[in-house]
């Protein structure tokens, strides 16, 4: 899992709404695997990404390199898209857990695929 | 032989065994890679670098097809052995385990397109007893919705057993809200019939249609040097293509050509990649299925 889709992703337990993203990190496995720096890719992010979001996870992860809010400067920054592109598209988690802020939920990452599967009880 | 879903749930069907068909059948893989390239196609995304989602990804062919074209992809899948085939096979796309008849959880508006390759009739089968298959497409459609960028593009490649299922599923999306049209591929072959719900999230409100549509008409093998127009939705391009032409001008899948363009792709992402010799791509011997 990269922190770009993670960046994406809510709690998927039903009526939990608020306050359901993003989910919280505990890292037990963590991977650089190389890609290709794809600058048009990054730029075009800006209106996907909850930066406030991203920020919180990255330090939670000890990437302190980042401004808690962006300009627009920055987009323009190589080294900026350089540090991005490794944290959101070069880092995996491999083995972990994603734990929802609002209702506690954990969901396991084993070998890289986070299981989202609710149990026949967590459905209303 | 009775349909896979209604054998058992397809987190039993998809295990280790059905998995690997997926990697060493030829004729599945090419298949499959067929219709994601189809139903990408029929997606006619308009920008370069987007993001999309790949509805029952399983080992991760039609992903690869939406790498190929240049996009990020998210896959998400049921069964955990096919899903790690995807890993094995290193694909680029992010993955995740989702029953998608739960519903599934991304934010408001991140996808830009998605598409989905014999995934959707899974859920007209109650796997268990728990199941209301009408409840579950609902959950499913309505995921996707709010997913989905406004005006942007749902393909879903699928096998309805009878017209009871496919009233369902389109029944489901249009309460979905969404608008759009189902493409028939060579309708009058029962071997190659092909179906593409291709769905639009629009503007709510409003009385929506899903107008069926014949897509291509003839087998490719039939046409010889004909152009061959391929289904047209309302407000997109035509895509005239020429038989026995590559496709868009990329060489064809397995090929020794694309093995070794992906060789390249591979190397420039810093991957070990095997050297190419006499024997790259060459016909393996053997049971040929």
Known sequence: ?124 | MSRPENQMPAELFYNEDEAKKYTSCSRIIDIQSQMAERALELLNLQEDNCILLDIGCGSGLSGEMISEEGHFWIGMDISRPMLEVAVEREVEGDLYEFDMGQGFSFRAGVFDGAISISALQWLCVAAKKSHNPFKRLLAFFQSLYTSLRTGARAVLQFYPENKDQLEMITNAAMKASFAGSLIVDYPHSAKAKKMYLVLTAGDPGGSYNIVTTTGREREEEDVGNEEEKVAVLKSSSKNIRKIGYERKGKPKVKSREWIEKKKERQKRQGKEVRPTSKYTGRTRSGPHF
């Open chain 1, 1 to 124: 899992m990269r922190l770009l889709s993670h960046n994406l992703l809510m709690c998927n337990v039903k009526g939990c709404s608020e306050n359901n993203y993003p989910l919280r990190i505990l890292v037990q496995k963590s991977k650089i695997i190389e890609a290709e720096l794809n600058p048009d890719f990054l730029r075009k992010l800006v209106t996907k990404l909850d930066w406030k979001g991203l920020h919180t996870t990255l330090i939670s992860l000890d990437f302190h390199k980042f401004p808690e809010q962006l300009a627009e400067d920055d987009w323009k920054n190589e080294e900026f898209l350089k540090e991005l592109h490794n944290v959101l598209m070069q880092t995996h988690i491999i083995e972990g857990k994603l734990v929802c802020p609002n209702c506690q939920r954990e969901y396991p990452i084993v070998n890289g695929i986070p299981n989202m599967i609710l149990k026949d009880s967590e459905l209303k």
